[in-house]
């Protein structure tokens, strides 16, 4: 049976408001550029909803798929590289995963970068089993000389790996065979975790044995999560357990208790909150390092030359800070320089402009006050914010644009992220950050 598409529109609100008139209620999710939403559009037929999560300004999309005279809504989760709570996006798509009664989740991988996009599964796996890994773009790979075991990668994983080609509809049949059978309980998952430390499997096993007597029963699940979580002390998340569980954690005596027992098992060991959490990250990202180079081979036109030369000098400490520091003054040099020209010629044209607007105004004899208000309140106003905003905005764009094609934007990121990090956020704010700047500094001048 081959896939259909129905045009029905959705209505997507949140986790307790979806439309369960479809049988069943599908999660898509993965990193940003893996060509997640092109599986979704080319599933959906571009019939889909959009709108913002609540109270939220990320937006979100829903479609209806039907493989085999069933109807699948498809949720499309925003792009993230994480779930553990540093943006909105993570936030959302970590609350919706959790808490939002879907039936599985689709997990899209790009196949050109295996291992870091690796690291998202093993941290979705921890909140739900019903997990399908989707190997994106493996067109690409073959290009590049990567070869991918997906039936290794399945073994390691514990749950079902599919390769697709996101524009071919063969592919995302395969791909939707597998979805109709998880959701039809045809294969029961069993997910392989990550094994953390083992004082912290320890610590995890004290609180889990609490934990799992106090929340309910089809949620069991999530009790080694929410036991790691409560032992990280992110309050955030810890939250928003409380309200969508309606259950007690910050103020609950017996967690407390149990906490006070986990502090002296960790500072045995030398574990404070910060090394707990690195602690939790590195092995996460070892067991994708792991998973990768048991299922990835290189053909002989593979050449990772070029790019590792290039990643040990853009991304090192001797010389990555310097090399940013160059190309974001060039930048700003080119945005700022440029930009004058641009500004002055609107400037002087919407002067121009201004002056025809006072002739007529007097030509149709409004009252002082009014022609102030329109000319010299509304029109200048604007035109002000439009001569001195447009010009640096359409240099600065293109150009960082051109930065993300060329890959040096998540190497940015990566130099910034410690720094980021000191102030409670992530090095994926570095775009934020300069384009911030360069709004400043023209309002200064100007």
């Not at 083992?198 to 999560?225: D, G």
């Not at 025809?356 to 002082?368: A, H, S």
């Not at 990121?413 to 720094?419: G, K, P, R, S, T």
């Amino acid at each position: 049976m081959g896939l259909s598409w129905n045009s029905t529109g959705r209505k997507l609100l949140d986790s307790d408001n979806l439309d369960y008139n479809s049988d069943f209620i599908i999660n898509l999710a993965g990193n940003p550029n893996v060509g997640k939403s092109t599986i979704f559009n080319s599933l959906t037929g571009l019939h889909q909803h959009t709108g913002n999560w609540p109270g939220k300004t990320v937006s979100n999309a829903s479609g209806i798929t039907t493989f085999k005279n069933k109807n699948f809504l498809l949720i499309d989760i925003p792009g993230t590289y994480s779930i553990m709570s540093n943006s909105e996006e993570e936030e959302i798509a970590r609350d919706h995963i959790c808490f939002a009664k879907a039936d599985a989740t689709i997990v899209v991988l790009d196949a050109t970068c295996l291992e870091r996009n690796l690291n998202l599964v093993y941290q979705i796996l921890e909140i739900t089993p019903n997990v399908i890994v989707c190997i994106n773009l493996i067109d690409e790979a073959r290009k590049k000389g990567i070869i991918i075991d997906t039936k290794s990668l399945e073994n390691i994983l514990g749950v079902p790996v599919v390769s697709t080609i996101a524009k071919k509809k063969k592919t995302l049949t395969n791909l939707m065979k597998t979805v109709y059978s998880i959701c039809n309980k045809e294969k029961t998952l069993s997910p392989n975790l990550v094994t953390y430390n083992p004082v912290i499997e320890n610590c995890i096993q004290l609180m889990h044995k609490y934990i799992i007597k106090i929340i309910p029963k089809e949620k069991e699940y999530l009790a080694r999560w929410i036991s790691l979580k409560i032992i990280e002390g992110n309050t955030k998340i810890i939250t928003s357990i409380e309200k969508n569980l309606n259950i007690k954690i910050l103020n609950n005596e017996k967690i407390t208790r149990i906490l006070d027992e986990i502090s002296c098992l960790l500072c045995n060991i030398d574990l404070s909150t910060d090394s707990f959490n690195q602690s939790i990250i590195s092995s996460i990202m070892h067991s994708a390092e792991k998973a990768c180079s048991s299922c990835v081979s290189y053909s002989e036109n593979y050449n990772s030359t070029k790019t590792s030369r290039i990643d040990s000098i853009l991304t090192s400490k001797k010389y990555g800070i310097p090399i940013m520091i160059v190309f974001l003054g060039l930048i700003f040099w080119l945005t700022i320089t440029g930009a004058n020209y641009p500004s002055e010629l609107l400037s002087s044209f919407f002067t121009f402009i201004q002056d025809k607007l006072y002739i007529g105004c007097e030509f149709l004899r409004f009252p002082n006050w009014l022609t102030s208000l329109l000319v010299d309140g509304v029109y200048q106003t604007v035109s002000w914010i439009v001569s001195v905003m447009l010009p640096p905005m359409a240099i600065f764009f293109p150009l960082f644009t051109l930065l993300e094609d060329l890959g040096y934007l998540p190497r940015l990121a990566f130099n910034l992220d410690n720094c980021f990090r000191k102030s409670g956020t992530s090095g994926k704010q570095a775009l934020t950050m300069c384009m911030g700047v360069t709004k400043w500094y023209f309002f200064l001048i100007k």
